[in-house]
């Protein structure tokens, strides 16, 4: 049975950083392109960052590059996303997910999802 389970999210002020981590189990983690979604209340979920099964190449939206940075730990079985620079609007709930697919970007190509964890940017 296959496990993706977030951690680290929280409540942060504005230019603030937060480190989210997830867990999997139950799948070659290293298989698997790794990404981050995000959805805030009344939007739909959106592509926020994801990483290749070495973790040699990464996509990031354009609205969190240069403030978020994505990794991956295949000796762990972890993805982190690295939020700095912290904005108002990055106020969402953000899903951890797996692949096999090519196209990380796509939400529907993404096999497995975590349950999700909540940021919340005070301004």
């Known amino acids: 049975q296959v496990q993706l389970v977030e951690s680290g999210g929280g409540l942060v002020q504005a230019g603030g950083s937060l480190r989210l981590s997830c867990a999997a189990s139950g799948l070659t983690f290293s298989r698997y392109v790794m990404g981050w979604f995000r959805q805030a209340p009344g939007k739909e979920r959106e592509f ?6 070495s973790g040699g190449t990464t996509w990031l939206a354009d609205s969190v590059k240069g403030r978020f940075t994505i990794s991956r730990d295949n000796a762990k079985n972890t993805v982190h ?31 497995y999802w975590g349950q999700g964890t909540q940021v919340t940017v005070s301004s």
Do not use: R
């Open 48 to 53: 926020v960052a994801a990483i290749t099964w």
């Open 81 to 111: 996303l690295q939020m700095n620079s912290l904005k108002p609007e990055d106020t969402a709930v953000y899903y951890c997910a797996a692949s096999l697919g090519l196209v990380p970007t796509v939400e529907k190509l993404y096999d």
